[in-house]
């Protein structure tokens, strides 16, 4: 059964930092694109931010890009979130996923991602 837990999340001020994990269990993903997704209240759901089976090519939505970074360790079935420089608007839902051929297919539970001003 795979399976897609995030952790990390949390409470920070604006202008700090916390680092997302996802553990993927069930199957390996080395060679799949795994991403990371958020969906504030209200809001649709957005792609943050994915990257390749490698780690070799990595992509960002605009409004992050200089601030986060993603990485992975295909060893142990991980995906990471460096977030630096909060802002209140990066409040969200932070959702990893898996991407199977041209579709997002697996996903996990989400960790809240709360930054206060």
């Known amino acids: 059964q795979v399976q897609l837990v995030e952790s990390g999340g949390g409470l920070v001020q604006a202008g700090g930092s916390l680092r997302l994990s996802c553990a993927a269990s069930?199957?390996?993903?080395?060679?799949?694109?795994m991403g990371w997704f958020r969906q504030a209240p209200g809001k649709e759901r957005e792609i943050v931010s994915s990257?390749?089976?490698?780690?070799?090519?990595?992509d960002y939505v605009d409004s992050v890009k200089g601030r986060f970074t993603i990485t992975r360790d295909n060893a142990k079935n991980m995906v990471y979130l460096q977030m630096n420089s909060l802002k209140p608007e990066d409040t969200a839902v932070y959702y990893c996923?898996?991407?199977?051929?041209?579709?997002?297919?697996?996903w996990g539970q989400g960790t809240q991602v709360t930054v206060s001003s």
């Open positions: 996923a898996v991407r199977i051929g041209a579709h997002y297919n697996y």
């Open positions: 069930g199957r390996s993903f080395s060679s799949n694109v």
């Open positions: 990257i390749n089976w490698s780690g070799g090519v990595a």
